[in-house]
Nanobody, 121 residues
Framework: QLQFEESGGGLVQPGGTLRLSCTISGLTSDYPVIGWIRQAPGKEREGISCIDSRGDSKWYRGSVNRRFTISRDGAQDTVYLTMTSLKPEDTGVYYC??????????????WGRGTQVTVSS
């Protein structure tokens, strides 16, 4: 059974930086893809970044490309999302998620409870 432990969210000013972490217990090779989903207020969830098991393949949504960086510590089954130059429109709940297929997936198989990120002055 998968268990997600997400952390690192908070309140930050525009232009600031946050680093999200997610450690997944029970992770197996059945789920080679780990990613982050974001749900902004009043909007549907959207995938924003993912990484494969070896860290060779990464994907970013266009709106976060060159500002966000995803990385993975395979030995610890932990994935990080370093977010720089944050904008108010980056505000939302960020969920760590896994998938059996590809990066990016059509729809993730499982996700955590999320961590709140608020970008505001």
């Amino acid at each position: 059974q998968l268990q997600f432990e997400e952390s690192g969210g908070g309140l930050v000013q525009p232009g600031g930086t946050l680093r999200l972490s997610c450690t997944i217990s029970g992770l197996t090779s059945d789920y080679p893809v780990i990613g982050w989903i974001r749900q902004a207020p009043g909007k549907e969830r959207e995938g924003i970044s993912c990484i494969d098991s070896r860290g060779d393949s990464k994907w970013y949504r266009g709106s976060v490309n060159r500002r966000f960086t995803i990385s993975r510590d395979g030995a610890q089954d932990t994935v990080y999302l370093t977010m720089t130059s944050l904008k108010p429109e980056d505000t939302g709940v960020y969920y760590c998620a896994v998938d059996r297929s590809r990066c990016p997936p059509i729809r993730y198989d499982a996700w955590g409870r999320g961590t709140q990120v608020t970008v505001s002055s």
